[in-house]
């Protein structure tokens, strides 16, 4: 299933937050949305994922979702939002309870995606007992688990040190080499972008308007490690957004 977003633009009373917004997410992609600090890329993705309605303009669903697809859309923060009295295994199983499943698919599907997030033997810990980067793969696991048609993430990995983010982009490319997903990924961090993108929308400051979209062709299983032309791109992103991004600082700071 692909999305398709046509002519968006929002505003919270007088407010304009987004402005003129189209882009296309083909199936099997990954686009990452970046810009400046309050430029509305969080705001974009709660449209996209029908928590928000947008002022003007529309979010279409083109195509079947895929053989097996539980929920169309599903969203992993950044805070993880996993239930602190469930097991690892229970918090995946959160997002099956609510469908018909044939008895025994849940445990399948349940072995299954631990399996793919090599968290099979923390299945019976609970969250307190896991690191940062441990609770995000559980996170992540438990999306997977209902096969959605697009993956929703909101900067999934701000919150932790740069060695355990590092081993989760890892992880994340490895899951989609292995099994490719649609997903829109809403970050700060430019080389989390280059690394995880197959394109890369850049918003400008509020009101976001997309000011380029750069696609990148080296494969995903190729960007395990930076490397000269990841860097490349990422020094172009830096320089398209230093100057927005210092006056979008100013203008938070301002109120």
Known sequence: MDLRVEGLRHAYDALPVLEGIDLDIPSGRILCLVGPSGCGKSTLLRIIGGLERPTEGKVLQVGAPPEGCLNPLTYVFQDFALLPWRTVAGN?????????????????????????????????????QLSGGMKQRVAIA??????????????????????????????????????????????????????????????????????????????????????????????????????????????????
């Not at 499943?101 to 923390?122: C, K, W």
């Open 92 to 128: 995946i199983r959160l997002g099956l309870e609510e469908h018909r499943l044939p008895p025994g698919r849940a445990d399948e599907i349940v072995a299954d995606v631990l399996a793919r997030t090599n968290l099979s033997d923390f299945a019976d810990a609970l969250p307190k």
């Open 142 to 255: 438990r999306a997977l688990a209902v096969n959605p048609a697009v993956m929703l993430l909101d900067e999934p990995l701000s919150a932790l040190d740069a060695q355990t983010r590092e081993l989760l982009m890892e992880d994340l490319i490895s899951l989609w080499t292995r099994q490719p997903f649609t997903a829109v990924y809403v970050t700060h961090n430019l080389a989390e972008a280059v690394r995880l993108g197959h394109s890369i929308a850049v918003l400008s400051r509020r009101p976001g308007r997309i000011r380029e979209i750069v696609t990148l062709d080296k494969p995903l299983a190729e960007r395990i490690h930076m490397d000269a032309d990841l860097e490349a791109v990422q020094e172009h992103l830096w320089t398209m957004m230093r100057e927005e991004a210092r006056a979008a600082d100013a203008e938070l700071l301002n109120g």
